[in-house]
């Protein structure tokens, strides 16, 4: 069973930045496609962004383009989501998420296979 475990959510002032991780078990991490979603009290889980099994291509949600960045280190079965800029509408429980297929470009959270728990981000002043 292949499990995900995010960390590194808090609180943050508007303008600050936080660096999301997400450490996968297994051995097949490099051939998951990853994704990044996000959900807000009251709103639709979103796709913030997502990177392919090599890492060398990413999509991103128009609303984070310019600001967040994944990236991942297949040596340590990590993805990562840098924010940077925050916004207080940013604020969600961020989970990352698996496909394992893997799919490219993939962003509809029902192509993805396993999740993690979720780590929330709060951006306030």
């Known amino acids: 069973q292949v499990q995900l475990v995010e960390s590194g959510g808090g609180l943050v002032q508007p303008g600050g930045s936080l660096r999301l991780s997400c450490a996968v078990s297994?051995?097949?991490?490099?051939?998951?496609?990853m994704g990044w979603f996000r959900q807000a009290p009251g709103k639709e889980r979103e796709l913030v962004g997502a990177?392919?099994?090599?890492?060398?291509?990413?999509l991103y949600v128009d609303s984070v383009k310019g600001r967040f960045t994944i990236s991942r280190d297949n040596a340590r079965n990590t993805v990562y989501l840098q924010m940077n800029s925050l916004k207080p509408e940013d604020t969600a429980v961020y989970y990352c998420a698996a496909n394992f297929r893997p799919e490219w470009p993939v962003d509809a959270h029902s192509r993805f296979d396993q999740w993690g728990q979720g780590t929330q981000v709060t951006v306030s002043a």
């Open positions: 990177i392919t099994r090599s890492g060398y291509d990413t």
């Open positions: 297994g051995r097949t991490f490099s051939t998951y496609t």
